[in-house]
């Protein structure tokens, strides 16, 4: 294992607050080092990877941990941040040129989540070749995993915005006057919403507290009750000086607004990638307008899966598959 990472978001809020922004301190100086560049635009004339490549890997990524109750989705997130944080680095620019590359650093980071996550699943390099579909072996899966220890410096469980997060709402926590089943719709859906902005490019070289703040933000506009403006205002006051500007923060939440209304709110599969119907359930939130805004979250993936010595043998997930073409 190289680590565990601490539960994203906390049930209630702390009274702790010195060792909470001591926390969050912490996590803002380590963000700021290792920060992703915009590495497709740097690589854009020669790169075949695009935004939508990006995207279309971390819905398949999502799929295969949504066949497995045991599988925490923050694996995705971690291990997209290992494969953002690699192909930033000047010397990896072939990973964008070539695709077999990059679909095995993304086969090759997923794996190395597991191991960071601690997830309940034994999970070896012979099950992550199989979902290859032929096109990597367990061996160049372990070489490719060692390839990125190395070039990262070992430096896996950075700060991811879920993380960061959770400590901002434990700090709102007492000054949100809502009741109880408010406080976990907030925990539901930022959780909802750090994921899926895990699918955008944008986000995913923005700093990590400046997507979470976003994303607090998105979801405190569907409470009634609060000013979300008043909210992340005094979160950032608190927090001092380390965050980015209020109107980054707040481009960010429209951007974020308009692709879970793009995309029907699913952070797993878009209608799009499949053309398949899917088995959803469908949560209403009643805005401030009270209107009601429709965000479905897939309970169903037409994956299956069968369990043999405790291995979660995933037959017929395919990473490249017709639902994970790259675009040409």
Same mark, same amino acid.
């Given at each position: ?29 380590? %963000? ?10 740097? /690589?854009?004339? *020669? ?20 066949? *497995? ?20 680095? =000047? ?10 590359? $990059? +679909? ?23 099950? !992550?070749? +199989? ?12 070489? !490719?995993? !060692? ?10 469980? #950075? ?8 400590? !901002? @709402? ?5 000054? @949100?006057?809502?009741? &109880? ?13 750090? &994921?899926? /902005?895990?699918?955008?490019? $944008? ?6 507290? #400046?997507?979470?703040?976003? /994303? ?8 009634? %009750?609060?000013?979300? @403006?008043?909210?992340?205002?005094? @979160? ?7 965050? =980015? ?32 119907? +899917? ?14 805004? /429709? ?13 043999? &010595? ?17 675009? +040409?």
């Amino acid at each position: 294992m190289y680590g565990r990472v601490r539960n994203c978001l906390p049930c209630r809020g702390g009274d702790d607050a010195i060792g909470t922004l001591a926390s969050l301190e912490t996590m803002f100086s380590v %963000e700021r080092r290792h920060r992703c560049r915009d590495y497709l635009r740097s /690589s854009e004339s *020669s790169s075949f990877i695009s935004p939508e490549d990006r995207r279309k890997m971390v819905n398949w990524m999502y799929r295969v941990i949504d066949v *497995s109750n045991k599988l925490p989705r923050d694996i995705v997130i971690s291990a997209m941040s290992i494969v953002d944080r690699f192909v930033s680095l =000047e010397d990896k620019q072939e990973f964008l040129r070539k695709r077999s590359k $990059y +679909q095995l650093l993304i086969i090759a980071s997923l794996y190395i989540s597991f191991k960071i996550i601690g997830a309940q699943v034994a999970v070896n390099s012979h099950t !992550m070749a +199989q979902l290859s579909n032929g096109q990597h072996s367990a061996k160049k899966v372990e070489e !490719m995993e !060692m390839v990125i220890l190395s070039s990262l410096d070992w430096r896996l469980n #950075t700060p991811t915005c879920c993380h960061i997060t959770g400590y !901002m @709402l434990a700090l709102v926590y007492y000054d @949100l006057k809502i009741e &109880e089943s408010a406080w976990r719709f907030i925990l539901e859906e930022v959780r909802f919403v750090c &994921e899926f /902005s895990v699918h955008d490019y $944008y986000c995913a070289i923005q700093l990590p507290s #400046t997507v979470a703040l976003a /994303s607090i933000a998105t979801v405190l506009d569907q409470i009634a %009750e609060v000013d979300t @403006l008043e909210v992340i205002t005094a @979160l950032v006051t608190k927090i001092g000086c380390q965050v =980015e500007p209020l109107v980054r923060i707040f481009l960010i939440k429209r951007r974020l607004k308009a692709l879970l209304f793009a995309n029907g709110g699913s952070p797993v599969t878009c209608p799009s990638d499949t053309g398949e119907d +899917q088995m959803c359930r469908t949560r209403h939130v009643a805005d401030k307008n009270n209107q009601v805004c /429709s965000f479905s979250s897939p309970t169903h993936v037409s994956i299956l899966e069968s369990e043999k &010595e405790d291995c979660v043998e995933l037959m017929t997930v395919r990473a490249f598959d017709n639902t994970t073409t790259f675009s +040409q």
